[in-house]
């Protein structure tokens, strides 16, 4: 008996979608903008994905910039697209900092969904000092109350 003959089954991409789009979304950078808004406070707004390759510049910004007589970090994550564990790692760094130093530490942008879902997965969302306002509100806030008891003239 003589062997079956086999060839390949031609095939079609019939019924099979077509991808809607070939082109790989663009990716956002990772920025850090620190600025001292009012006198001892400090602001530091952080974009783009704060992952392993990320985060050591962040905590060192941090690091190099929380000095002296800061009473007040805001640290705004509202522009964050991605917060992976080394991300995580410098929060609770950065908390456990302000703690030592007796410093104010404020967290925004931890409803933007990527935080909100890693500071969920990871057990954080209700450890960390997280604020809903804006981080700019927060800061007149601050600087309102510093204010307080200072006579007007």
Avoid: Y
């Avoid at 783009?48 to 990320?54: I, N, S, Y």
Wanted: without cysteine; neutral net charge.
């Amino acid at each position: 008996m003589a062997p079956p003959e086999t060839r390949p089954a031609p095939v079609t991409q019939r019924g099979i979608p077509a991808p809607r789009s070939t082109r790989v979304p663009d990716a956002v950078p990772f920025t850090i903008d620190v600025s001292q808004p009012a006198r001892h406070t400090l602001l530091v707004s952080v974009g783009g994905d704060v992952d392993l390759a990320t985060a050591p510049e962040l905590s060192e910004v941090i690091g190099h910039r929380f000095r002296g007589a800061v009473t007040l970090l805001v640290l705004d994550l509202s522009e964050v697209t991605f917060l992976g564990t080394a991300g995580l790692t410098v929060l609770v760094e950065t908390q456990q900092a302000a703690a030592r130093r007796g410093a104010a530490l404020r967290v925004t942008g931890t409803g933007a969904r990527p935080v909100e879902r890693a500071l969920r997965a990871a057990g954080m969302l209700h450890s960390l000092p997280a604020s809903d306002e804006p981080a700019e509100d927060l800061v007149l806030r601050h600087v309102a109350e510093q204010q307080v008891g200072r006579a007007p003239w």
